[in-house]
């Protein structure tokens, strides 16, 4: 294998050989090493398990005794040298490590536990650690840094990967994906996730960052496109209750879901069909300019509260959210923008002159509502929207029609 740092590999192959010698001895003086019982769930077929040991919390348990051992300080001594480990331990470490710390938790730490990992515990294999240690230099030396973010995703089925733009994708989950890199994944996940066809898929953050570059802010991300699915899909959703960071394809974080995209609202499970799927990238992309637009901000925000709330608080977000939408005409706006047959309108008009006087929102309203948010996101000019809606009223036809969602 060709190696790009010659003074370094020597060094970093002594640490983790020595580790494994050490922590060796610790399980023969009767430390105990953890393991995950994890179950593979197969649809129509018998669930497999597996007894996966956890080397990463065992290796993490004793950081202390291994960062003070020679070769752990011989080795920082050479990676403080080499300024492409300062980038990515700075990376992935975050600002708050002093450069030892990362230097060592990021590069030392992370080559022993995967080394660890792909040896199945403390019995050492030279190509384990070649194929690590190979890994490692294409991190270091390269020019870019592959984030990825990945979610459980709840209510909504996903028979096959749909791109939403931003980088994140609906896909469906991959049994052993999470567990490959956190054994204990598995008591993170939702109840049941895996079980049934609702409760199958993920929501993926993918991003080449450069170097130095910060990583992205996954939760808020994440967040907006479970409000895009929940627009374009009507499903009963949430994600998480937490997030899978890694960084080049090592473990970089776990961290938690804002609590309105993880908490899940009461209604059905829907499916991501060929139909829905480019209006959710389309709701995901107008949703990146929302915060441009406050009375925009405001009734997605009243929208999405709605979805959680009993009556009489529903109705009351629902107002709100189409008076910030289409202003104080809404009960009159909302049926031109939504349908352009006259019973339809008619109908329309009647359950939202209901909610607009007081009443509680019925089925119909709801719907409204949401199609509604769709449509003014979906409209190129949102500005001239509610002007060219009176036209119709009026009787003049509208120079530009919004694209409302239909189902």
């Known amino acids: 294998m060709p190696v790009r740092a010659p003074l370094l590999y020597p060094l970093l192959r002594g640490f983790v050989l020595g580790s494994f010698v050490y922590l060796g001895r610790e399980l023969e003086e009767g430390g105990e090493l953890p393991f995950a019982f994890e179950e593979h769930v197969q649809r129509g077929g018998p669930a497999l398990y597996e007894l996966r040991p956890l080397v990463r919390a065992f290796i993490e348990e004793r950081e202390l005794q291994l960062r003070n051992r020679e070769d752990a300080r011989l080795a920082v001594e050479e990676l403080r040298r080499e300024p492409a480990a300062g980038i990515f331990a700075g990376a992935h470490a975050g600002p708050r490590a002093t450069q030892d710390e990362a230097l060592f938790r990021t590069v030392l730490l992370g080559l022993l536990i995967s080394t660890a990992e792909a040896c199945g515990g403390f019995d050492w294999d030279?190509?384990?650690?070649?194929?690590?240690?190979?890994?490692?230099?294409?991190?270091?030396?390269?020019?870019?840094?592959?984030?990825?973010?990945?979610?459980?995703?709840?209510?909504?089925?996903?028979?096959?990967?749909?791109?939403?733009?931003?980088?994140?994708?609906?896909?469906?989950?991959?049994?052993?994906?999470?567990?490959?890199?956190?054994?204990?994944?598995?008591?993170?996940?939702?109840?049941?996730?895996?079980?049934e066809p609702e409760r199958s898929a993920v929501l993926e953050l993918r991003r080449e960052l450069d170097h130095g570059q910060a990583a992205p802010d996954a939760p808020d991300e994440l967040a907006d496109a479970v409000s895009a699915l929940r627009l374009a899909t009507?499903?009963?959703?949430?994600?998480?209750?937490?997030?899978?960071?890694?960084?080049?394809?090592?473990?970089?974080?776990?961290?938690?879901?804002?609590?309105?995209?993880?908490?899940?609202?009461?209604?059905e499970a829907s499916r991501l069909d060929a139909f829905r799927a480019p209006v959710a990238a389309e709701v995901l992309a107008a949703l990146a300019d929302a915060d441009g637009d406050p009375a925009l901000a405001e009734a997605l925000d009243r929208w999405e509260l709605s979805l959680f709330q009993n009556e009489p608080f529903r109705s009351e977000q629902l107002r709100a959210a189409l008076a910030a939408l289409l202003g104080g005409a809404w009960a009159l706006r909302t049926p031109v923008l939504l349908s352009e047959d006259g019973a339809e309108r008619e109908r329309l008009h009647g359950a939202l002159t209901a909610l607009a006087e007081g009443g509680p929102a019925d089925a119909m309203a709801v719907d409204a509502a949401r199609r509604a948010v769709v449509a003014v996101l979906r409209t190129d000019d949102r500005g001239a929207l509610g002007h060219e809606l009176d036209r119709e009223l009026l009787g003049v036809p509208r120079r530009e029609k919004a694209r409302a969602l239909a189902v």
Not at 235 to 249: C, R
Request: aromatic letters at 10%.
């Open 126 to 195: 030279d190509e384990a650690f070649e194929r690590e240690y190979a890994l490692l230099e294409a991190s270091l030396f390269g020019e870019q840094r592959r984030y990825a973010a990945v979610a459980p995703l709840c209510g909504l089925f996903v028979p096959r990967p749909v791109e939403l733009g931003l980088g994140l994708v609906a896909r469906p989950f991959v049994a052993g994906e999470l567990s490959a890199h956190w054994p204990e994944s598995r008591g993170l996940l939702p109840r049941g996730f895996g079980r």
């Open 234 to 267: 009507s499903a009963a959703l949430a994600a998480g209750p937490v997030l899978f960071e890694t960084l080049d394809g090592r473990p970089f974080g776990i961290q938690p879901v804002l609590p309105i995209a993880a908490t899940q609202p009461p209604g």
